[in-house]
């Protein structure tokens, strides 16, 4: 698989953060990558906790016009194996990814 594009993020603090532009290409490196898995083009994944889906609602879409992040994850062998974890915009304008790449 052909590398993709970068992501670029900021810290502040102890805190991770993406700004909306860099919160699509997670989506689309996230999708081209199970893509690739699906046509034999990659490895299968591995790891404690693996992320299977990154969805972006965009703000035009919502009715209040805050984007949101939602993230899911699996943790085989966990009691609860597959988690969401919703991210929501703040006052900057970027989404604090913290809680998933600790």
Sequence with gaps: MPAGPTLTGWARGDATLLDH??????????????????DGEAGGPVGATILL??????????????????????????KEPERRIDLPRNEDRLFDISRIVA
Aim: aromatic content about 4%.
């Design 21 to 38: 532009e860099d919160a699509e290409r997670l989506c689309d490196l996230v999708r081209a990558r199970w893509d690739a898995l699906a």
């Design 53 to 78: 889906d990154v969805h972006l609602e965009h703000w035009a879409r919502k009715p209040r016009g805050s984007a949101a992040l939602s993230i899911t994850l699996l943790r085989p062998g966990a």
